[in-house]
């Protein structure tokens, strides 16, 4: 199976939204906030712009401010929109969605691996927003009308990822979530499966991320800062099996494949990722029985071993913490049985 992620989906998380800056002029009169920046941004409503403040996502020198603030000259402006991907037709199809949690503002998914989150080149039937538009059609809430039935992404997952999403189902979740994103106050943790052991118990990945000069369906690593987007990536280990480790993931920044490179980065590329050098062996012995038992594992997960395990924020609507946490998908668990067994059963000299 070929695993490569040609889709690429070259879209952050920060990408899901607009962040806007201003310097009221010297000369400015005193005006309503909403007035002043719909003057200054293109292709955005007043609604939007009023939504946003509700959301408190308008910001005047640090304090949030209703549509209804007068600006004043030299004061700072500040604005996050929500900015979902927008395709121009999306067909609705009767796709099974895993659904943990739904209420009328946010959708929580266990997304399956395989699956693309929006259409893109390559992929424009058969997607989780393809799924979601189905699914909302068959909802009788007027908050879904009102957003035409369309899901409000906040952020994604790889195709080949697996693990814990939410989608917003009306423009207030969405722009309120938005910026929690933006703030960087979601809770996230991904457990993955990368080749090789570690000496440390805990530590911290930085490096800028940006498409690859030599191919551009990958990501690479500017460790200099000069090109690519600040990224950084924090774990700890969870299981060790000698050749590949089970570790936690936690991140600080939503780059496009952060984790899967900045693992590779660090010499401890996933398991079985196609795209970044772990489908092949990179650490172990040479006896013909291992390398059949790393091509059974490849085997069970012909994709990269990478879960968004558990998904925390602050409900949109009611300001309540909202956490959920997942098991591993059946591939995984299957795998990780399989190296249990098979470290345990190794003698001391291999």
Not at 47 to 52: G, L, P, T, V
Not at 54 to 72: D, E, F, P, T, W
Not at 300 to 313: Q, T
Request: hydrophobic share 35%.
């Amino acid at each position: 199976m070929n695993n490569h992620d040609d889709e690429i989906e070259d879209q952050d998380e920060q990408e899901f939204f607009e962040h806007h800056r201003f310097i009221v002029d010297k000369g400015q009169d005193f005006l309503r906030i909403d007035k002043y920046l719909i003057n200054r941004l293109e292709n955005t409503s007043r609604s939007k712009i009023q939504n946003a403040a509700s959301a408190g996502n308008i910001l005047v020198n640090g304090v949030a401010v209703k549509s209804n603030y007068k600006v004043k000259p030299g004061e700072t402006v500040t604005i996050v929109l929500a900015h979902p991907p927008r395709d121009k037709e999306i067909h609705p199809e009767n796709i099974p969605l895993d659904i943990v949690y739904e209420d009328e503002d946010v959708v929580v998914i266990n997304k399956p691996a395989g699956l693309v989150v929006h259409p893109g080149h390559g992929n424009y039937t058969g997607t989780l927003v393809n799924a979601l538009v189905y699914h909302f059609q068959h909802l009788s809430l007027p908050s879904i009308n009102e957003f035409e039935s369309r899901p409000g992404l906040v952020h994604r997952l790889d195709k080949n990822t697996t693990g814990l999403m939410v989608i917003a189902k009306n423009e207030m979740a969405m722009v309120k979530l938005a910026k929690q994103f933006f703030d960087r106050t979601i809770e996230r943790t991904y457990t993955a499966l990368v080749w090789g052991d570690f000496e440390e118990e805990t530590g911290t990945i930085t490096g800028h991320l940006g498409r690859s000069i030599k191919d551009r369906k990958i990501i690479t690593v500017f460790p200099e800062g000069d090109q690519g987007k600040h990224a950084v990536t924090h774990y700890k280990l969870l299981e060790r099996f000698r050749y590949v480790t089970l570790v936690e993931c936690k991140l600080e920044t939503g780059r496009t494949h952060q984790i899967r490179v900045h693992m590779q980065y660090t010499g401890h590329p996933l398991f079985n990722d196609d795209s970044y050098g772990g489908n092949k062996i990179l650490k172990g012995t040479t006896f013909t029985k291992y390398k059949q038992f790393i091509e059974n594992c490849f085997g069970i997960i012909p994709r990269h071993a990478l879960h968004a395990r558990s998904l925390g924020f602050t409900h949109p609507r009611t300001g309540k913490q909202m956490f959920f946490d997942s098991t591993l998908p059946e591939d995984m668990e299957t795998v990780l049985e399989k190296w249990r067994r098979y470290v345990g059963q190794i003698p001391d000299e291999q």
